[in-house]
Each structure stands twice: as C-alpha cells, then as structure tokens.
C-alpha cells in the first residue's frame, strides 16, 4: 500500500484542550492538498467497498473529511452536529465523556429506512462519538456499513465500543 503522506503531517499537541490530552492536530493535513486528496481518496476506497450509499461526518472533522469522500463516490452527504445547531426536525443521542456528556444530532430525513450509511471522522479515541452516530443511523432504521478514520488511537480501545462494524483507519498511534 502507498505511503499515507498525513502520517509525517499530523502534529502532536500535549496538553490541549487540558492537561494530560496528547492532541492530534490534523490542521497541517488540510494544509497539504496531496494529503488530503490522498486521505479521502482511501476512505472513499473503503467506503465504496463497503457498499456505501451515504456519507455520515461528525461534526466537525468529520465534515472535513467526510465532504471529499461523498463527493469522490458522487454521494450524498449528511451532517452529524452538536446539540442545538440543526434547525430542522432531528433526533439526538448524548453519551459519555470522562467528565459528563455530550450531544449529537441528525436530520430524521438525512438517512431513509434500509440505507446503508458509512460514517467518517478525523480520529477514534474512545468510541463514544462514533458509537452514538451508529445508534443515530440506526434509529432511522439505516444500516451502518462502516467507519472511516483517519487516526486511531488503539491504546483507548474505541474499537471495542463499536465492535462488530466493519473499521477502517488510514494511521494507528
Ligand atoms: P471519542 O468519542 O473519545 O472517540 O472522541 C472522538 C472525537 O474527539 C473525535 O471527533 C476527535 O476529533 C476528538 N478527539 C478525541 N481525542 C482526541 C485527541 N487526542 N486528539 C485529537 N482529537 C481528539
């Protein structure tokens, strides 16, 4: 496989947003056109052989990242937010954070019933986010096809909150 050029790209950022956080910083990746055709061009592979019909990103890398995947495969795109930024009729799924929750939401018309979605953010840390985007699919009775990262960080065990989906992450920490 060719050389993933957002690897030599990412930038390590200790203590963000607070002490102890270790912070992958994708901006440079952005930064680099190559890079980041590349890194969409590898997820769209994924996602295409998953049999995607539709594009989910977490806000708000995954909307980043997932843009150039849906449009790479010419499919439609859906916007997984934060609490109280969609404006039409959505549902919504809180997880856990180490201290407290957060919030996602999705349109109800963003994925028909039988769909088959494949869901794209910049990095799996624990799995929280992710997990709740599945279960946002899934209640709009979609399938999910797939995750696409570009980063993993396999020391916090993600995978294990979004086990039996098929995983794709293009760098592993
Ligand atoms: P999690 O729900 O723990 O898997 O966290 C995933 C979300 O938090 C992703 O949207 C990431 O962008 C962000 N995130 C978590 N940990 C980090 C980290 N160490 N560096 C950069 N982003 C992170």
Redesign the pocket.
């Known amino acids: 496989m060719a050389k993933v050029l957002a690897a030599d790209l990412i930038r390590d950022v200790p203590d963000f947003p607070k002490p102890g956080?270790?912070?992958?910083?994708v901006t440079p990746v952005l930064q680099n056109a190559a890079a980041l055709q590349q890194a969409a061009d590898l997820i769209a592979a994924d996602a295409k052989s998953q049999g995607a019909e539709v594009i989910i990103g977490?806000e708000s890398?995954?909307f980043v990242f997932g843009v150039p995947v849906a449009l790479g495969l010419g499919l439609p795109f859906v916007m997984a937010r934060k609490l109280g930024k969609l404006p039409y009729d959505r549902i919504t799924e809180e997880?856990a954070l180490e201290y407290g929750t957060n919030t996602i939401e999705m349109h109800t018309d963003s994925v028909t019933p039988g769909q088959r979605a494949y869901i794209v953010?910049?990095?799996?840390?624990?799995?929280?986010?992710?997990a709740a985007a599945a279960r946002l699919v899934e209640r709009l009775n979609g399938h999910v096809c797939g995750f696409g990262f570009l980063v993993e960080?396999t020391a916090?065990e993600?995978r294990k909150n979004i086990l039996g989906y098929p995983l794709h992450a293009l760098i592993e920490y």
């Open positions: 956080i270790l912070f992958k910083d977490i890398r995954g997880y953010d910049d990095l799996l840390a624990t799995g929280g986010t992710a960080l916090l993600g």
